[in-house]
């Protein structure tokens, strides 16, 4: 018995076209990481369908199979690039992240990063010098979009933002003119009008994760994660339960083991940190650690808990994956791209 993704690609779909409907430029979708672990193809041709002409992935790897799954119509671009010749026939567009790149893809379409202060990829301030001083640099190149990447676009009032802004305006004026630009991912879209751009380039906010973490979530969730229960048994008031005997039973209590585990995804910092799951609407608590393979709820007095009942661990009546994340002490985007190859994966289509 296995635990069950569900994916709504519908909602994937409505999260893409709401964002499209706030942001006057074109919206991309990026797609790296298997789709933050919803996977690529199936979100990939369901948002071609509704019109998605750009995907943005990480890896020359990703590009291939994407564009083995789309077809030849859509752009598929690849974030950290990759050597001249690489893509074979796939057609991908490589993100010239250095001037050694600019040289390297001398006559092909590319997308240009310049760094505006993430200090990561892109092209250094002294490489765009350079550029400007030597403009046969990339006229061999054709730039179909120049691009860079906020820092902080999570956090509104940072200072960071209206810098890389502006700095993104003043170096695209001198080096790239006339070329379209693209600027924000997902909390820039939310950052105000003066953020968008020609392109916008959201991943996470299309997954349902929330852009705007300081207020509600505007976007639709797009996940749910459910396991079996293997065993449920019965433990007297101090008996302790898995690893460490970190659980102790106060009361005698029903415990039900469930098909899921940190080699899963589920991630082991949830222990202890008041996390409940959802057993046909019943809330249930998390107790005892996460194993590799196993977790444990307290079932007390949920009659509908028996070996082969569903319990939901994430979205629906769950916990939201921004909710287990702040629970585990990190962000969605780690709990998302977490989850396990071992989930049989159900799509609900758009
Ligand atoms: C991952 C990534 C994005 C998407 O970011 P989200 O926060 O998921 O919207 C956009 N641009 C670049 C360069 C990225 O690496």
Redesign the pocket.
Known sequence: MQGCLTIDLGAVVANWRLLGARHAGAVAA?V?ADA?GLGAAAVGRALRDAGCGTF?V?QLEEGMALREALGPGPAIAV?NGFARGKDGRAGLLP?LNSLGDVAAHAGRDAIL?VDTGMAR?GLEAREVVRLLDDPGLLAGVRLRWV?T?LAC??TPAHALNAVQRERFAGLTQRVARGVPRSLA????MFLGVDFASDLA??????YG?N?TPARSNPMRPSVTLAAPILQVREVAAGDSVGYGAAWIARVPSRIATVAAGYADGYLRHLAGAGVVGSLLGRPVPLVGRISMDLITFDVTGVSAAHPGAMLTLLGGAAPSADALAAAAGTIG?EVLTALGRRYRRDYLPA
């Open positions: 990026v790296k933050y943005f990480a974030l993100v990063h990829l691009m990447h676009a999570e991912n997902s909390s820039g380039r959201p991943g996470a906010a299309l994760l852009p985007y």
